[in-house]
């Protein structure tokens, strides 16, 4: 059974829906919006044309037709049907199952074709409209599936059963950045429950909805169901939210000249980025990023720890400002701070009169960054090495030979700072024990 049978066994069904819907598609004010146009409109006249044969009552009906060949393919189509009849009709139209027109409306609706694409090149694309008053006209324009930021409103019934759902609008877009996108909705009369993924709220004046991170290239379904009571005039304008931003954060608290630090930071929708380091007395030392455009998502920032002219800079407390701006001039600013560490460890190594068997102590002290590695030298041989010890005694294997002895302590912090002390200890010998005393016997 074709299209224009179904429409005219579910007639009495349809008809008896009675949808009011009146859907305005509003191009928003910007260029990639403001040029979309219909790919094709069919345009139908009310006459009386005689019952299809396969149904053979002999009797006539009032009928409005067109039809058209498509040219290209379209994936998503949305169509309006705009209609100057003064009562509902029935309505045949490719693709779908069959609507009701409310009298005198213009409805949107969201063609279901089982194929890849709703349209096809070279597709027969035709409206049947029945019981029609004489003389009424009807115009279908067919729409590729809108890019954001767009704007939808409409009048809908209060809901009915039957299939398609009636007081439903159902609508469909594409992302055209990815992004964090919003819907601001409102309602001046009669009440309507808003559908976008998993996320449902019924509104009655003005309302808000989050829909979350959206990609590119998918198209996303949107539904607007009327609740009960008088009919629901409602709009709602989709677009991506303003710019935000989270960081920046350095992956660690503590730097040194020379080693590359970095700064994470994320944003919400596609910006220019300017970063900005600053000195500890507040003056600017230079810029890390200027009018870099960035995509949505996770980025960073490196900073080697010098200053504009690739010298090391002084230790101290070093703040990284962002500010990020969308194509909509919304802003978005944050800042972190990260301590440059410049001096290696403190050494405390007095100096020190000794005996053979005594050990050498010495205090580590971090200025900045923990310690790393301890090394200890005595008269320019290596003795022995440590982990990130703070406190630590030493002495050869066999003893220290009396004499003066030249200690090296070299203290590695974790940025790399490192400290040389040299020392020189004196080893006395041990006190001999004095002989006892010889007894003589006469």
Known sequence: MDSGRQVIASRGLLVAAAILLAVVWIAAPVASAATVKPFLTLNAACSRQSDPIEYATGSTYMLATDDATASGNHEVVLVRAISQDTADVAVSLFGTEGITLPAQ???????????NFDVRNGDKVGTHVYACSPGSSFTFEFYDAPSTPVVFAGVDS????????????TLAFTALESGHYVADVSVTQGAVTISFGNTTKTIASAGHLDFGTLRTNYYYPLTVEAKDGPPAKWQIKIGIGPVSLTGPTFDTPVGSPGNPLTADYSISRNATVNATLTSPDGSTLRSLATDLLVKAGDHSLTWDGLDASGSPVPAGTYTLALDVKDSDANHATGSATVQIDATGPAINLPPAIITPDQSVTVAIVATGSKIATVQVTVDGKPLRSYGPATTLSFKPASGWKPGKHTVTIVARDKLGNLTRLTRTIVVKPSSMTKPKAMTKTF
């Open 105 to 115: 409306s213009a409805t949107w609706t969201r063609l279901r074709h089982t194929s």
């Open 158 to 169: 209060n809901p009915g059963t039957g299939y398609p759902p009636p007081g439903t609008s």
